[in-house]
């Protein structure tokens, strides 16, 4: 739910540039996570998929409530 809540959210239409839907990048996401990358990769993976439309800060506590969420 909290992934689809960031997927979804405000903060990342603005950023998304590469033109995946929501439904692709929630996929994309949910099969980085799921192949036990660490949380430096995951951050570099979902960056260039994102583009810079959020501030790295911003990305980082995204993903570590994301990662926090789904343990």
């Given at each position: ?46 960056l ?14 995204k ?9």
């Amino acid at each position: 739910m909290l992934l689809r809540f960031w997927c979804d959210g405000p903060g990342l239409g603005s950023g998304l540039g590469s033109g995946l839907s929501s439904l692709d990048l929630q996929l994309k996401i949910l099969s980085m996570v799921g192949s036990g990358l660490s949380s430096l990769d995951l951050q570099l993976k979902i960056l260039s998929m994102v583009g810079s439309g959020l501030s790295s800060l911003d990305l980082q506590l995204k993903i570590l409530s994301m990662m926090i969420g789904s343990t």
